[in-house]
C-alpha cells in the first residue's frame, strides 16, 4: 500500500509533486480534483501512463475528501486560497482534509503551507493567502501539544503529519512578473522587470525543487532533525533580479519598482491581499530569519538558485505593450 493522494495535484505545485513522486518512487498516484475530464486532468493522467488515478473530489465537501483519501498510504496537500478568497475557508479547508486522512489512517501527511504573515508581524501585517494556511500548520502544532500532553506515544499529527512552508514560485517570472521588452527608466532599449518589492528581498523557490523536498520529506519520514521543514533557494531584491536576467540574456535590464497602491488598485478583490505580501517581504527578511539554508543545501545540493532556474528554464520576455515606445 504505498499510493499517495495528492490534493491540488492538477495545479502548478501539486503536479509538479505528482511528476517527481513518479521519477522518484514506484507508487501510484491518486489526484483529487473537482473534474477529472478537464483539460488538465486529462493530461496529467496522460502523463502518468497508467500510475495516475483521478478521483473526484473538492475539498469544500469533507465526505468526498474521505472517499478521495481512502487506502492510501501518504497524502499531499496543497489547498488554493484563491478558489475560496478566503483565509478561514482555506482554514476549514485544511482541517477537512487532515480529519478525513486521520479518520482513513494515513501514514504520511504533508500539509503544504506559507509563513504566518499576521504573526511574524505581532498582527500588524495579515497576509490572507499566507495566513489561512499557516494557521493549519498552528492547529497541527496545537494538536501536537495535546497529543504530548496526554503522552501519547504514536499521536496522528506528530508522528504522521509534516508540514512544509514553501516560498513564491520562480515560474511567477515566466507568467505575471515576466520582464518585459522595450524602454529603460534611463531611456535604452532593453528589459524592465516592474516588481513591488521597494527595496526588500522577495524569498523564491522553483517548483521543482518544491516537488524535490516534498517527495523527499514522503520518503525520508522526519529524518531532517524536526517534524516540519520550511523551504526556500534564494532571496533577491528587485536589483538582483533584473542583473539576473540581464547575465542571463545579455539584454539590458532594469528594475522598476511598482508602488503598493499601484497592485492593490490593479487587482480587484485580491490586489490588497498581493500588495500585503509584498510589503511583508519588504520589511521581514524570510530567508534570513525563517530558514536554514544550510540545512537544505545539505539535505539539496543541487537546489536551484534564481539563475541557475533562469539558465535550466530559459527565459520568457513579453513583448512591448503596445502604446509604448
Ligand atoms: N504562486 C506562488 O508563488 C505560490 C507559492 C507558494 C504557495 N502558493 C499557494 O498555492 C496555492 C495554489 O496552488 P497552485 O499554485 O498549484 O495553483 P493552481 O495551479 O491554480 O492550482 C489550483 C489547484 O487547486 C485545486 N483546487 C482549487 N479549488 C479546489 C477545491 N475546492 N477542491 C479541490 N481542489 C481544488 C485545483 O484542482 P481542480 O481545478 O482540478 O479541481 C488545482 O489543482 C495558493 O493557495 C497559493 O497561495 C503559491
Given at each position: 500500500m504505498n499510493e499517495t493522494l495528492v490534493i491540488g495535484g492538477t495545479g502548478a505545485m501539486g503536479s509538479a509533486v505528482v511528476r517527481r513522486l513518479l521519477q522518484a518512487s514506484d507508487g501510484a498516484v491518486r489526484v483529487l480534483t473537482?473534474?477529472?475530464?478537464?483539460a488538465k486532468a486529462l493530461g496529467l493522467a496522460e502523463h502518468g501512463r497508467g500510475r495516475i488515478s483521478m478521483v473526484r473530489g473538492d475539498v469544500n465537501e469533507p465526505g468526498s475528501l474521505s472517499v478521495a483519501v481512502r487506502g492510501v498510504a501518504q497524502v499531499f496537500c496543497n489547498t488554493d486560497f484563491f478558489s475560496s478568497m478566503s483565509a478561514v475557508g482555506e482554514y476549514r479547508q485544511g482541517l477537512a482534509a487532515l480529519e478525513a486522512a486521520r479518520g482513513a489512517g494515513v501514514d504520511k501527511f504533508v500539509w503544504s503551507s506559507l509563513d504566518s504573515a499576521v504573526a511574524l508581524t505581532h498582527g500588524r501585517l495579515p497576509v490572507p493567502h499566507y495566513d489561512g494556511k499557516a494557521a493549519v500548520a498552528a492547529h497541527i502544532g496545537l494538536q501536537r501539544s495535546e497529543e504530548m500532553m496526554q503522552q501519547e506515544t504514536d499521536g496522528w499529527y506528530s508522528e504522521h503529519v509534516s508540514v512544509l512552508t514553501t516560498a513564491p514560485y520562480m515560474e511567477n517570472f515566466q507568467e505575471q512578473l515576466a520582464p518585459q521588452r522595450g524602454r529603460m527608466p534611463d531611456g535604452r532599449d532593453g528589459m524592465t522587470v516592474a516588481i513591488p518589492l521597494g527595496e526588500g528581498s522577495s524569498p523564491l523557490i522553483s517548483l521543482e525543487d518544491i516537488a524535490w523536498f516534498a517527495v523527499h520529506m514522503l520518503k525520508n519520514?522526519?529524518?531532517?532533525?524536526?517534524?516540519d521543514l520550511a523551504v526556500v533557494a534564494d532571496s533577491l531584491t528587485g536589483q538582483d533580479i533584473a542583473a539576473a536576467f540581464e547575465r542571463v540574456t545579455g539584454v539590458p535590464t532594469a528594475y522598476v519598482p511598482v508602488p503598493l497602491d499601484a497592485l492593490r488598485a490593479s487587482v480587484p478583490g485580491v490586489g490588497h491581499d498581493f500588495a500585503a505580501m509584498f510589503q511583508f517581504f519588504q520589511e521581514h527578511d524570510l530567508m534570513g530569519l525563517d530558514r536554514d539554508t544550510a540545512l537544505l543545501r545539505d539535505m539539496?545540493?543541487?537546489?536551484?538558485?534564481f539563475e541557475d532556474w533562469l539558465r535550466t528554464t530559459g527565459v520568457i520576455v513579453r513583448p512591448v505593450e503596445s502604446g509604448s515606445t
Amino acid at each position: 500500500m504505498n499510493e499517495t493522494l495528492v490534493i491540488g495535484g492538477t495545479g502548478a505545485m501539486g503536479s509538479a509533486v505528482v511528476r517527481r513522486l513518479l521519477q522518484a518512487s514506484d507508487g501510484a498516484v491518486r489526484v483529487l480534483t473537482r473534474d477529472p475530464q478537464s483539460a488538465k486532468a486529462l493530461g496529467l493522467a496522460e502523463h502518468g501512463r497508467g500510475r495516475i488515478s483521478m478521483v473526484r473530489g473538492d475539498v469544500n465537501e469533507p465526505g468526498s475528501l474521505s472517499v478521495a483519501v481512502r487506502g492510501v498510504a501518504q497524502v499531499f496537500c496543497n489547498t488554493d486560497f484563491f478558489s475560496s478568497m478566503s483565509a478561514v475557508g482555506e482554514y476549514r479547508q485544511g482541517l477537512a482534509a487532515l480529519e478525513a486522512a486521520r479518520g482513513a489512517g494515513v501514514d504520511k501527511f504533508v500539509w503544504s503551507s506559507l509563513d504566518s504573515a499576521v504573526a511574524l508581524t505581532h498582527g500588524r501585517l495579515p497576509v490572507p493567502h499566507y495566513d489561512g494556511k499557516a494557521a493549519v500548520a498552528a492547529h497541527i502544532g496545537l494538536q501536537r501539544s495535546e497529543e504530548m500532553m496526554q503522552q501519547e506515544t504514536d499521536g496522528w499529527y506528530s508522528e504522521h503529519v509534516s508540514v512544509l512552508t514553501t516560498a513564491p514560485y520562480m515560474e511567477n517570472f515566466q507568467e505575471q512578473l515576466a520582464p518585459q521588452r522595450g524602454r529603460m527608466p534611463d531611456g535604452r532599449d532593453g528589459m524592465t522587470v516592474a516588481i513591488p518589492l521597494g527595496e526588500g528581498s522577495s524569498p523564491l523557490i522553483s517548483l521543482e525543487d518544491i516537488a524535490w523536498f516534498a517527495v523527499h520529506m514522503l520518503k525520508n519520514w522526519q529524518s531532517w532533525g524536526a517534524r516540519d521543514l520550511a523551504v526556500v533557494a534564494d532571496s533577491l531584491t528587485g536589483q538582483d533580479i533584473a542583473a539576473a536576467f540581464e547575465r542571463v540574456t545579455g539584454v539590458p535590464t532594469a528594475y522598476v519598482p511598482v508602488p503598493l497602491d499601484a497592485l492593490r488598485a490593479s487587482v480587484p478583490g485580491v490586489g490588497h491581499d498581493f500588495a500585503a505580501m509584498f510589503q511583508f517581504f519588504q520589511e521581514h527578511d524570510l530567508m534570513g530569519l525563517d530558514r536554514d539554508t544550510a540545512l537544505l543545501r545539505d539535505m539539496h545540493p543541487g537546489l536551484m538558485t534564481f539563475e541557475d532556474w533562469l539558465r535550466t528554464t530559459g527565459v520568457i520576455v513579453r513583448p512591448v505593450e503596445s502604446g509604448s515606445t
